[in-house]
């Protein structure tokens, strides 16, 4: 202990003291201190690299998180309103075995109600029926002019004519259909395509169901039988 103080007090001389016996000495505890605050400076810088890296790690996890967070509100919403969105389709039906009529079908199957529905068709839709009058079923209303609201499970439903001479006449067998419309509760456009394929049912066999004006055509040709009947037994 006595050694220990001895050397602290031999120092103090040596800093307080500007004789040439205590220089030498001096000049080491400069040098010595001078690198103590060297490393001491080093060190703090290196605390203080550690503490920027860790601060900036932990910024980027709360903002990730945020981000995560945010995102998924996002994602909700949109299944939300996704859920609830109108949903237009368009296609053709053939109720075979029973019915060998094309019918064209415009159908909101979603949750709210479309509204200014546009359909387009490329090729232009075509039809077997024979108009009278020269009528094109690309100028019905609802083709040309669209559709003004629609709501859930609102049907359109046209006759594109007979499956039979429909295919005999060698109409387009396949559409593409593109059809927009507007959300009535987001008022968010929304577009969409399909494909109409009416080679699937080209082919497929048929049964003819009666009903009453068959019933009705019977009667009369069996009452223009017996009529004739009686006519020749006269």
Not at 81 to 91: D, G, K, L, T
Request: glycine fraction near 2%; charge should be negative; include cysteine.
């Amino acid at each position: 202990m006595d050694n220990i103080n001895s050397r602290i007090l031999y120092y103090y001389a040596a800093l307080t003291n500007n004789s040439t016996e205590y220089s030498q000495t001096r000049d080491i505890i400069l040098f010595d201190v001078q690198i103590i605050l060297f490393l001491v400076q080093i060190l703090t810088l290196i605390c203080l690299v550690v503490y920027v890296i860790k601060t900036w790690e932990m910024t980027s996890a709360t903002r990730d998180t945020a981000k995560t967070s945010e995102d998924t509100l996002k994602e909700m919403k949109e299944a939300r309103e996704q859920e609830n969105a109108p949903y237009i389709i368009v296609y053709c039906e053939v109720p075979i075995p029973y019915d060998t009529m094309i019918y064209l079908i415009v159908k909101n199957i979603g949750k709210s109600i479309a509204e200014d529905v546009k359909i387009k068709f490329t090729p232009d839709l075509s039809s077997s029926v024979e108009y009278t009058n020269d009528f094109n079923i690309n100028d019905a209303t609802f083709i040309k002019e669209g559709i003004k609201s629609m709501h859930p499970e609102y049907v359109i439903k046209t006759v594109l004519g007979n499956s039979v001479e429909y295919f005999k006449k060698g109409l387009p067998l396949k559409y593409e259909v593109e059809i927009s419309y507007v959300n009535s509760t987001t008022k968010r456009e929304i577009k969409t395509s399909q494909i109409i394929d009416l080679y699937a049912i080209k082919q497929l066999n048929y049964t003819k169901k009666f009903d009453l004006n068959d019933l009705v055509i019977e009667v009369k040709n069996l009452a223009e039988e017996i009529k004739i009947y009686n006519d020749n037994k006269k």
